[in-house]
């Protein structure tokens, strides 16, 4: 419980640094994707912190090219 706490205040004390300055320069579109990020980012911290299982891209991109690669590989021999 207390690795949610920290990782929450970590992301809290992050936007109190940076949303302000971005605010500042007007860079709006900067804030929309910095607080995407960090939406996620503290997301999945909270859920490593959780021992949740957390899907790893290699995996996803191994299914797209998985039957590609077998057929080359049946093709080639």
């Known amino acids: 419980m207390w690795q949610i706490f920290g990782i929450l205040a970590a992301a809290?004390?992050?936007?109190?640094?940076?949303?302000?300055?971005?605010r500042r320069k007007g860079l709006?579109?900067?804030?929309?994707?910095?607080?995407?990020?960090?939406?996620?980012?503290?997301?999945?911290?909270?859920?490593?912190?959780?021992?949740?299982?957390i899907p790893n891209p290699l995996d996803w991109i191994i299914a797209v090219y998985?039957?590609?690669s077998d057929a080359l590989t049946r093709f080639l021999e």
């Open 66 to 68: 998985k039957p590609t």
């Open 12 to 22: 809290i004390a992050i936007i109190g640094i940076e949303v302000p300055r971005l």
């Open 28 to 53: 709006e579109k900067e804030l929309w994707v910095f607080s995407l990020l960090l939406f996620f980012g503290t997301g999945l911290g909270i859920a490593k912190s959780l021992n949740l299982p």
